[in-house]
């Protein structure tokens, strides 16, 4: 890594600072509803690697987020982002829904996804704290991020974003995401911010 490309990640860590110490009075957390269908891809992705669906976490308060693992989030966010090449499912391997973690440093919104919470589970994350989450974009695309469960609240790793957000500070629709307990389980999100909520795959 230069030293002007670490420069920047710092700073990026640094300016962020200030939405951590906000979340501080007023912990943003989704709501959700119960059980749910589990997207074709990750099904898929399961069925080729079954430790990604077989992750469990026990009831438990949500990971400490210290200024120390802000920063790191921060720059794992940013190094994802800017490292992998954006490329369709399709361009890539043919088909509409194809999950997997980015190959040949390319993919697309749930590889970029996968790869932050790989790289968080490295640095003692629990699994149950990151989580793979469905949302609906303002005009109407699904699209895939991380959310990740803390003392803090609940914030957002996207590949469409620079910044690190609360979840409720984003203009996603939230459908749908991983169980804290088990990572092969998904549930349902009730947003709260929009009257209805369409299905996606």
């Given amino acids: 890594m230069s030293k002007r490309r670490g420069w920047l990640l710092v700073l ?23 059980r749910t269908t589990q997207p074709v ?3 898929e992705l ?9 992750q469990k976490t026990s009831s438990r308060a949500p990971v400490e987020l210290t200024r120390s693992l802000w920063q790191k989030v921060v720059a794992i966010n940013n190094d994802v982002n800017t490292s992998v090449t954006p490329l369709t499912d399709m361009e890539m391997w043919g088909k509409e829904e194809y999950w997997s973690y980015p190959t040949n440093s390319a993919g697309d919104c749930e590889d970029y996804a996968l790869e932050k919470r790989r790289r ?8 149950g704290d990151l989580l793979l989450t469905v949302v609906r974009q303002a005009n109407g695309e699904g699209h895939a ?9 609940e914030f957002i790793l996207d590949n469409l ?3 690190v957000l609360a979840w409720n500070e984003t203009e996603y629709t939230y459908l749908k995401r991983q169980s804290e307990r088990n990572s092969g389980v998904w549930i349902a999100i009730n947003d709260g911010r929009a009257d209805a909520v369409a299905s996606v795959r």
Avoid at 12 to 34: D, E, F, I, K, R
Avoid at 46 to 54: G, I, L, Q, W
Avoid at 120 to 127: C, T, Y
């Fill in 12 to 34: 990026a860590a640094t300016v962020q600072v200030a939405a951590l110490s906000s979340a501080v009075a007023a912990p943003a957390v989704m709501q959700t509803n119960g």
């Fill in 41 to 43: 891809g990750h099904y």
């Fill in 46 to 54: 399961c069925k080729r690697s079954p430790v990604e669906c077989a």
């Fill in 120 to 127: 968080l589970m490295e640095l003692g994350v629990p699994a």
């Fill in 145 to 153: 991020v991380l959310t990740m469960r803390t003392n803090l609240g």
């Fill in 161 to 163: 974003e620079t910044r």
